[in-house]
C-alpha cells in the first residue's frame, strides 16, 4: 500500500517561498514518477510539476515554469516542491501524486494511481 503525506504547506506574502514536501511510504519509492497537483476554491485540479522515477527528467505547466521546482531524494522517500516568487493566484490546496512503478511522467491527474490529502498554500497580496 502506497501513502503518501504532504506538509510544507502555510501562510506566506506575495513574493515569498516556500517549500512542499511529500513523504511516500513505499516498498521502492524509487520507481515512482511523482506529481504535483493544485485546486483552487471553485475551480479544477491543475498540473503544476511531474518528475521521472529516476530524477532525469521534469515537465511544469506554463503557470509556474522558471518559479517552482520539483525534486526528488530517493533516499529519504520525499519528493519536493521548491516555489519561489509566489503570487497570489498561486493560493490553492497542493497534492502530491504517484503514478503505478516503473511509468514515466504525466500531466494528467487521471494517469495518477496515488494522491495525498493536500497541504493549503495561502499567497496573501
Known amino acids: 500500500q502506497v501513502q503518501l503525506v504532504e506538509s510544507g504547506g502555510g501562510l506566506v506574502q506575495a513574493g515569498g517561498s516556500l517549500r512542499l514536501s511529500c513523504a511516500v511510504s513505499?516498498?521502492?519509492?524509487?520507481?515512482?514518477?511523482m506529481a504535483w497537483f493544485r485546486q483552487a476554491p471553485g475551480k479544477e485540479r491543475e498540473f503544476v510539476a511531474t518528475?521521472?522515477?529516476?530524477?532525469?527528467?521534469?515537465y511544469y505547466g506554463d503557470s509556474v515554469k522558471g518559479r517552482f521546482t520539483i525534486s526528488r531524494d530517493n533516499a529519504k522517500d520525499t519528493l519536493y516542491l521548491q516555489m519561489n516568487s509566489l503570487k497570489p493566484e498561486d493560493t490553492a490546496v497542493y497534492y502530491c501524486?504517484?503514478?503505478?512503478?516503473?511509468?514515466?511522467?504525466?500531466?494528467?491527474?487521471?494517469?495518477?494511481?496515488?494522491w495525498g490529502q493536500g497541504t493549503q498554500v495561502t499567497v496573501s497580496s
Open positions: 518528475i521521472t522515477w529516476r530524477g532525469g527528467s521534469t
Open positions: 513505499a516498498r521502492t519509492f524509487s520507481t515512482y514518477s
Open positions: 501524486a504517484a503514478r503505478e512503478p516503473g511509468l514515466g511522467y504525466s500531466a494528467w491527474a487521471r494517469d495518477y494511481a496515488y
